[in-house]
């Protein structure tokens, strides 16, 4: 729950209260591929129906917590076994009783909103506690922000464009293939949609589906009361559609709480109907420690919970794409709005899972169809700018595909504000990372990979009877989803869980657009902050701005076609 909040009511003991407890995976499964098993030698994707049979919800812990819920007068709403998810209901004095708590209404004053909370930690039976893995739902605070940053550039790109410079390979659209996006607010009009592709792009509109999560559906609103997060959903669409015209969009419309972005990216990885081969994700938060005074403190069992799904879609071949942000390397945690004030370094979650292809932002310069330079994204305006997010997780532990390749994940905050690298002060002057240990011991380093973001010079896109330039590594998510789209339909096969081959086969590494150091000003690192701020540097190899670096699609696409002939997969 927010760090922040204050109580001002109590609530009806009466009113109902829907929330979700989340199970471990079937008695007995040693679970479903981890990533040491991933990086050890290709896994092929278990199908659905596999999936649920060997890692889904125990029978025999459903009919118990069936049990726990007629005992405290809860309703079970919905049981959703391969997902190890169970949906009760029940009034708020009954909840209280169940878990040892007191919900209550609250105000979380530096966001403005009021949400349901609670007082006291939530206590299970002590014959549940090795079977729920989670309980979420019991507070509705809207934790997460999207990453789309909007501008005025003179000629903003169409996404078109922009996977022609990148090489995508053109001679598939994608057909076949299913997105799934995520978004945590806003909606679209099909109108408008229907006149970018059609007189915009030149393009046939692609297939849309929408799926409501937690009671949240499509909401545009209208003049003069547009929905602020509008902006994010046509950016997710329009680039995906535009990439991947083919393809089949599945919109994922939740509620931008920890409950329900774990249930929509659930729905997204289980959807037995539309069948996702890729899933876009350009909404996070920034990783704080609880109790540390953040709005934005993050629970462990939410990312717990998380986790579990996104391990979910590797096993099941499917690749999650998630932006790393746009407020640099610190965050925007200067900004109370988000943070506690500070000058430290940190990334967002979810692009800091292992399991998830993080995506940075660069910027481009172009002559005709080419382009003829590359830069880490950073828009430098002593605190007002924006840039790609990118650093070293809190959270999470380097992965083995990380760690075999020598990447030494060492965090800026381990060294003296001003000092020498990955730290940054008004320049940067040295290779991304030094071989040596944080505090912490090595953790997960991202980006992973990057794409063009760059808020001045943006995508063209229609939205809210605009149509305009937005940026940000909310842009490059859904490109390279899309990229994944194409590269699917071309390899005849899902492209999967990409991050061991992508640090594991240096054919793949050669494959990107190696970002590096530049003459440019401050197009360097990721600190848009300056002087006293921590950042990280680009350089030759993996580095914490850009990852990897850009596609080039057509390479990529021949370089895991080799991986899979080699694998015999």
């Known amino acids: 729950m927010a760090a922040r909040a204050v109580k001002q009511s109590a609530i009806d003991a009466e009113a109902l209260v829907s929330f979700h407890v989340h199970l471990r995976r079937k008695a007995g499964s040693a679970g479903p591929a981890s990533l040491d098993d991933h990086f050890h030698g290709l896994i092929k994707p278990l199908s659905h129906d596999d999936f649920e049979r060997l890692h889904g919800a125990d029978d025999a812990d459903i009919a118990m917590i ?4 007629a005992g405290n007068n809860l309703v079970v709403e919905e049981v959703r076994p391969a997902a190890r998810i169970v949906t009760l209901r029940g009034s708020v004095k009954s909840v209280n009783q169940a878990f040892g708590i007191t919900l209550g209404r609250y105000f979380e004053p530096h966001k403005a ?13 002590a014959s549940l506690a090795g079977l729920m893995v989670a309980v979420l739902g019991l507070d509705t ?13 003179q000629a903003p790109y169409l996404p078109t464009e922009v996977a022609s410079f990148y090489s995508f390979p053109d001679t598939v659209t994608g057909k076949g293939q299913g997105i799934g996006i995520i978004e945590l607010g806003g909606g679209y009009d099909a109108t408008v949609l229907q006149d970018y592709f059609t007189n915009t792009l030149q393009l046939s509109m692609p297939a849309i589906t929408d799926i409501g999560i937690d009671g949240a559906t499509n909401q545009p609103g209208a003049l003069p009361n547009f929905n602020a997060f509008n902006d994010e959903v046509y950016l997710d669409m329009e680039i995906a559609g535009a990439v991947a015209n083919d393809a089949a969009l599945h919109v994922y419309f939740c509620n931008a709480t920890t409950s329900s972005f774990v249930n929509g990216v659930a729905a997204a990885v289980h959807d037995t109907v539309n069948k996702n081969t890729v899933i876009s994700i350009s909404w996070g938060e920034m990783e704080t420690a609880p109790g540390s005074g953040s709005p934005a403190s993050l629970c462990q069992t939410f990312i717990t919970a998380m986790e579990a799904q996104l391990q979910d879609a590797a096993a099941l071949g499917i690749t999650v794409c998630v932006s790393t942000g746009d407020f640099g390397a610190n965050c925007g945690s200067f900004n109370p709005l988000y943070g506690t004030g500070d000058q430290q370094a940190h990334v967002n979650y979810p692009a800091s899972s292992p399991w998830v292809l993080a ?26 700018g924006k840039g790609t997010g990118g650093g070293i997780s809190v959270y999470n532990t380097s992965p083995l595909y990380q760690i075999n390749n020598k990447i030494s994940t ?7 504000i001003g000092g020498t690298a990955p730290v940054t002060g008004n320049a940067a002057t040295s290779s991304p990372l030094p071989a040596s240990q944080n505090t912490n011991g090595n953790m997960r380093g991202i980006p992973d990979v990057a794409a063009f973001a760059n808020n001045t010079q943006g995508y063209l896109i229609s939205y809210d009877n605009i149509t305009a330039g937005l940026g940000g590594t909310s842009a490059a998510t859904p490109l390279w989803a899309g990229l994944i789209a194409l590269m699917n339909e071309q390899l005849g096969r899902s492209a999967g869980f990409l991050n061991p081959l992508l640090y594991g086969q240096q054919a793949v590494q050669q ?15 990721n600190n848009i902050n300056g002087y006293g701020f921590a950042g990280y540097t680009a350089g030759p190899g993996w580095d914490a701005c850009t990852g990897w670096g850009s596609p080039n699609g057509k390479k990529l696409v021949a370089a895991l076609q080799a991986c ?6």
């Open 359 to 384: 995506c940075g932002g660069t910027t481009i310069f172009t002559t005709g169809n080419t382009i003829t330079a590359e830069y880490v994204w950073n828009t430098f305006n002593n605190g007002n």
């Open 113 to 125: 909103v009021y949400f349901r909370g609670y007082e006291g930690e939530v206590h299970v039976p």
């Open 66 to 69: 069936r049990q726990f819920a």
């Open 511 to 525: 494959a990107l657009n190696d970002i590096v150091v530049s003459s440019a000003p401050n197009a360097t690192n």
């Open 410 to 416: 060492v965090s800026a905050n381990d060294y003296p």
């Open 564 to 569: 899979f002939a080699a694998a015999g997969a």
């Open 141 to 153: 605070f809207p934790a997460f922000r999207p990453h789309v940053v909007s501008t005025a550039p």
